[in-house]
C-alpha cells in the first residue's frame, strides 16, 4: 500500500481559502478515473484524467490541493508545467492565470484503508472488492485535483473505466457504456448541477441493486418523479429489507416536498450501503451513502430501524439545505448538521412509523451536546473555524446534537410553522449559491417579523449549557410559590450566560403502586436568572416538577430532591418525560452530584417502564459506564457482579429472542467486559448461548459473547479463527480481531498496541479504519489489567502517530489510547498522576496542532471528571 507522510502544507486555512476565491471563479470539472484494476491487491493506485475550467485575475496565481500519489503531467491554458515545480506537497501551483483557464491534470490517486478519499475494501465472504468515495469535509482532494472549499461550486461531468460486470455509479445518472477492452467498460455519467467538491462522490463493485420510483408533488403542485435505487454488497442482498427502505424514502420525499415546496433537484436518488464507513452517511446529491450497519444481519431492534430512518430522513434533507444552498465556509457547517438533524427528526416523527423520534433524541442525542458543551474546548455553536483540522474535530455534539436542540427551541420560540416559511424562501433566494448565518437569520426574521439577532446572538455565539431548576415553597401540603430559576456559565471565560427559553413545567402525581401520573404542563418563558410561576400555585405539595418537560430547550435540568427520588423510585408515566428526566439524572452523575450506585439502583426500578428500547439501551449504558468508572476500586467489583447479575436474570427470565433481550444481551456482554471476575457459571452460560440454535444469539451478538469469553481466557486463539473461518463476513472479521486483542495476555496486549500506533498489522499489512479500531477496542476490554503501565509509552508515541496517520486513523489512536484508567486512591483530580501527565504534556506542547491539543485536553476532562464522581460515590 502507497503510503505517504502528512505534508506540512496540508491543513489549508480559511483566509487562503477566502483568498482564493477572490481569484478564481469555478465552471466545470470533467473527471476521468481509472478503476479498471481495482480488483488486484497488488495495484494500490488507480489513474485519474481532471480537467478544469475557471475565471480569474489575468496575470494572478492559484493552487489546486490534491493529496495523491503523483502527478504525472499538468496542462495549463495549452502550456505544459513542469510537474515536479508545480506540485509541493498538497497542492498544485497554477501560474500565470488568464481570465478564463483550463487546466489538465493526469496524476494517480491512492486507495484508501482508512474510509478517506476512495476506500477499497475486500469482501471476507467471497473475496469481491468494493470501492466507494467520502470526501466531507476536504477529502476530495485525495481522489482528483481539486479547490476544494464548498463555495467554489461547479458542474460535474464524471467518466468512470472498470470492470464491466460491475454496477458503477456517481452523481449523475448513466449516460451511456463504452467497451475499452474485453471485460472492461467506460461509464459516462450526467452532468451535474453545480455543487460543492465534498459532496461528489464515486462507486463501483459488484454491488446488488434495487429499483422503485417515487412519484410526488410539491405543495404548490409541481409534479415530479424520481428513480429510486438501493445497493449493497451481495453477500448481503439477502439482509436488505428494500420494501422498507424504499417505503421511508417515499414518505420523505413527500414530506419534504410539502414542506419545502422545492422539487428535488438532482435527478435520480440512490441509497448505497458501505463497508467499513467512518460515518452513518453522507448527503451526495443523487447518490446518498449509509455505513451498512444499516444492513441488519443481526436481529435488529425498533430503536436501530428508527435510528436508521432519522439518517436516511436527515441526509435527504440536507439535499435542499447544504447540497443546493450551501455554507461559503465550515463556520456554518453546523447549520447545515443542525437544521438536517432537527428537521430530519420532525420529518420521522411526522412521517413514519416510527413515533418514538423525539424520545429518542432527549435521551441520546442530546447526552452527546451535554458532554461536549462542558468540556473545555467547547464553542458556540457558530464555531470559529480557521484551518480544515478545526472543521474535522467539529463534526462534534455542538455542531450537530446542540445545534439541532437550539433549533427545536427556535421552532417552539418562532413557531413550527415560521421556521419552515424560512426554511422555504431561504431555498427560493438562494438556490445553487452559498450562504451564512445571516442569511437564514434574514429567512427567519422575515418570516416572523422580529429581529433575531439578539436570539442569535444568546444562542449561537456563547458556550457553555444552562441549568433550569423550579424552586417552591409548601404550606399545608400546597405550593404557595413557585419560580424558576436558570444559571450558567461559559466554560471559556468564566463568564454567566443567559438565555431566552421557552419551556414547560411539568406537574406529575406520585401514585401508591406505579409511575408518578401526568397531571399538568405549564408554559413559561424565561429569559433572565429567575422568573415566578404563578400556575403552580395552589398544587399539591408532593407533586413531581419537571422543568423543561417535553424537552422543547437545550438545558440541564437540576430536578428538587423529592422530584428526583420519585423519579428514580417510581418514574415518571411518560415516556418522553421519563427519558428528560434520567437525562438530567444521568448529568448529575457526571457532575459529581449524585452516586453512580443511586443512578444504577434508579436504572433498575425503572428499566421496566421504559418502552423506548433506544432510551433502554442509552440507559443501560450509562449504568455500565457509571459502574465501570464512576464508583471507586474498593466497590467497583461489588457492584459490577450485582449488575452482571441483574442483567442475567432479566434474560433468562425472558429468553425469547425479542427488542428487549437484545438490548439486555448487549449491556450484558459490555458488562462482562469490565468485571474482573464474574461468577464461573455466568461464562459457561454464555458459552452455552453460542451453540444453541434456539437461543438465536445472531452474528453481531454472537461475537460480542466471543470478545467477552477471550477477555476472560475461557476461549483459545484457535477456537476463534475456527468460528471466523466459519462464516467469514466483515462482522466477523472484526469481531475476531477484537477477541485476539481482548486476550489477557501482556504480550498480546503489547502486539495490541503496536499495531495501533503504527497503523499496522504484525505482518505490515495497513489496518483499515474498522480493523485499526477493533484493535483499540479490543486491546481497551481488559478485566484482568494486564495492559497497564503503559502510560508514559503514549506521550511519547502520539506527536509521531499525528504525524503518520491520516487525522481520522490518528484521531481513533490518540483518544483510544489514552490513559483514563484512573483511581480515586492514587490521587485526586489535581495530584494524580495521569493528570499531572497530561498537563505536563500540554504544557510543553504549545505548538502542538491544535486539533491534537484538543483531544488531550477533552480527555484529561473526562479523567478528572471520573475522579470526581469517583469522590461522590465514596462519600
Not at 487562503?16 to 477572490?22: H, T
Not at 481539486?146 to 449516460?175: M, Y
Not at 399539591?540 to 422543547?552: C, I, K, Q, T
Request: charged share 25%; net charge negative.
Amino acid at each position: 500500500m502507497t503510503e505517504l507522510p502528512r505534508p506540512a502544507n496540508e491543513n489549508l486555512t480559511r483566509d487562503e481559502a477566502a483568498g482564493r476565491s477572490l481569484i478564481v471563479r469555478t465552471h466545470d470539472y470533467t473527471v476521468d478515473i481509472d478503476f479498471s484494476r481495482a480488483a488486484d491487491p497488488a495495484v494500490d493506485t488507480y489513474p485519474v484524467r481532471t480537467r478544469v475550467t475557471f475565471d480569474a485575475e489575468a496575470g494572478a496565481s492559484t493552487f489546486l490541493d490534491y493529496l495523491g500519489a503523483r502527478v504525472t503531467s499538468i496542462t495549463l491554458n495549452g502550456r505544459e508545467l513542469d510537474a515536479a515545480a508545480a506540485v509541493d506537497g498538497a497542492r498544485i501551483a497554477l501560474a500565470p492565470l488568464a481570465e478564463a483557464n483550463e487546466v489538465v491534470i493526469e496524476s494517480e490517486s491512492i486507495y484508501s484503508r482508512s474510509g478517506e478519499g476512495v476506500h477499497r475494501f475486500v469482501d471476507p465472504a467471497d473475496g469481491a472488492t468494493y470501492l466507494y468515495s467520502q470526501n466531507e469535509p476536504v477529502d476530495c482532494r485525495r481522489i482528483y485535483p481539486c479547490f476544494d472549499q464548498p463555495d467554489l461550486k461547479a458542474r460535474f461531468h464524471v467518466t468512470i473505466t472498470a470492470d464491466a460486470s460491475w454496477h458503477v455509479a456517481s452523481n449523475g445518472a448513466l449516460l451511456a457504456e463504452h467497451p475499452v477492452a474485453e471485460g472492461v467498460s467506460r461509464r459516462e455519467f450526467a452532468v451535474t448541477e453545480p455543487m460543492s467538491t465534498y459532496i461528489t462522490t464515486f462507486l463501483a463493485g459488484p454491488y446488488a441493486l434495487w429499483h422503485d420510483e417515487y412519484a410526488g408533488r410539491t405543495a404548490s403542485g409541481i409534479e415530479i418523479t424520481i428513480p429510486l435505487g438501493l445497493a449493497c454488497r451481495t453477500s448481503l442482498a439477502d439482509s436488505l429489507d428494500s420494501d422498507e427502505l424504499f417505503e421511508i424514502t417515499k414518505r420523505g420525499l413527500d414530506w419534504f416536498h410539502r414542506h419545502f415546496d422545492v422539487a428535488y433537484p438532482w435527478g435520480k436518488y440512490d441509497q448505497v450501503f458501505v463497508p467499513e464507513y467512518n460515518l452513518g452517511a453522507m448527503e451526495n446529491p443523487g447518490l446518498v451513502t449509509f455505513t451498512e450497519r444499516y444492513v441488519f444481519t443481526s436481529p435488529a431492534t425498533e430503536a436501530q430501524r428508527e435510528q436508521r430512518a432519522n439518517t436516511m430522513l436527515h441526509e435527504m434533507c440536507h439535499m435542499w439545505f447544504g447540497d443546493l444552498v450551501t455554507m461559503v465556509w465550515w463556520d456554518d457547517l453546523w447549520l447545515k448538521e443542525s437544521f438536517a438533524d432537527y428537521v430530519g427528526t420532525l420529518a420521522v416523527d411526522e412521517a413514519t412509523e416510527y413515533t418514538t423520534a423525539w424520545t429518542t433524541f432527549a435521551s441520546r442525542r442530546k447526552a452527546w451536546a451535554y458532554r461536549q458543551d462542558q468540556y473545555p474546548t467547547t464553542h458556540p455553536i457558530v464555531a470559529d473555524i480557521v484551518d480544515l483540522e478545526a472543521a474535522d474535530q467539529n463534526f462534534d455534539g455542538i455542531t450537530y446534537a446542540k445545534g439541532a436542540s437550539v433549533l427545536k427551541q427556535l421552532s417552539a420560540y418562532v413557531g413550527q410553522d415560521t421556521f419552515l416559511t424560512a426554511a422555504r424562501a431561504y431555498f427560493a433566494k438562494h438556490a445553487w449559491g452559498n450562504t451564512t448565518l445571516d442569511d437564514f437569520l434574514d429567512a427567519l426574521g422575515e418570516a416572523s417579523g422580529r429581529d433575531m439577532r439578539q436570539w442569535a446572538h444568546a444562542w449561537l455565539e456563547t458556550a457553555g449549557v444552562n441549568r433550569l431548576r423550579v424552586s417552591t415553597s409548601v404550606s399545608d401540603g400546597v405550593i404557595t410559590s413557585a419560580t424558576l430559576h436558570q444559571d450558567g456559565i461559559d466554560p471559556r471565560t468564566g463568564d454567566p450566560v443567559l438565555r431566552p427559553h421557552v419551556v414547560r413545567i411539568g406537574v406529575y402525581a406520585p401514585a401508591e403502586d406505579g409511575p408518578a401520573e401526568f397531571e399538568a404542563a405549564h408554559a413559561v418563558r424565561i429569559s433572565g436568572a429567575s422568573i415566578d410561576v404563578p400556575e403552580l400555585v395552589g398544587a399539591a405539595g408532593d407533586r413531581v416538577l419537571l422543568p423543561n418537560d417535553g424537552d422543547l430547550t437545550y438545558a440541564k435540568i437540576v430536578q428538587d430532591p423529592h422530584s428526583l427520588e420519585v423519579v428514580l423510585d417510581a418514574g415518571l408515566d411518560d415516556e418522553l418525560a421519563r427519558a428528560t428526566a434520567l437525562a438530567g439524572a444521568w448529568n448529575t452523575v457526571r457532575d459529581g452530584e449524585l452516586p453512580a450506585e443511586r443512578f444504577v439502583d434508579g436504572v433498575v426500578a425503572g428499566e421496566y417502564l421504559i418502552d423506548d428500547t433506544g432510551v433502554l439501551a442509552n440507559v443501560l449504558a450509562q449504568a455500565t459506564a457509571a459502574l465501570a468508572a464512576y464508583t471507586t476500586a474498593d466497590t467497583r467489583q461489588r457492584l459490577l457482579a450485582r449488575w452482571v447479575a441483574f442483567l442475567m436474570d432479566a434474560v433468562v427470565e425472558d429468553p425469547s429472542p425479542s427488542d428487549r433481550r437484545t438490548v439486555l444481551l448487549r449491556t450484558l456482554f459490555a458488562a462482562l467486559g469490565e468485571a474482573r471476575s464474574p461468577v464461573p457459571p455466568v461464562l459457561e452460560v454464555v458459552r452455552s448461548w453460542i451453540d444453541d440454535s434456539n437461543f438465536a444469539l445472531g452474528e453481531e451478538l454472537t461475537w460480542s459473547a466471543w470478545v467477552v469469553l477471550s477477555a476472560h481466557a475461557r476461549v483459545d486463539e484457535a477456537s476463534l479463527r475456527a468460528a471466523q473461518a466459519a462464516a467469514p463476513t466483515a462482522v466477523s472479521a472484526v469481531g475476531l480481531t477484537r477477541a485476539l486483542a481482548a486476550r489477557p495476555d501482556a504480550a498480546v496486549k503489547d502486539a495490541a498496541r503496536e499495531a495501533a500506533y503504527s497503523g499496522r498489522a504484525a505482518d505490515g499489512t495497513v489496518l483499515s479504519n474498522d480493523q485499526l479500531q477493533a484493535t483499540i477496542d479490543g486491546l481497551g476490554i481488559d478485566p484482568a489489567g494486564v495492559g497497564a503501565g503503559h502510560e508514559a509509552e503514549y506521550w511519547q508515541r502520539i506527536e509521531d502517530v499525528w504525524a503518520a496517520q491520516s487525522q481520522g486513523q490518528s484521531t481513533r489512536v490518540v483518544t483510544g489510547l489514552f490513559p483514563a484508567d484512573a483511581e480515586l486512591a492514587d490521587g485526586d483530580q489535581a495530584r494524580h498522576p495521569f493528570v499531572v501527565a497530561a498537563q505536563e504534556w500540554l504544557s510543553s506542547r504549545g505548538n502542538a496542532p491544535a486539533a491534537l491539543r484538543r483531544i488531550v485536553i477533552e480527555q484529561l476532562d473526562d479523567l478528572q471528571r471520573r475522579l470526581r464522581a469517583q469522590a461522590a460515590s465514596a462519600a
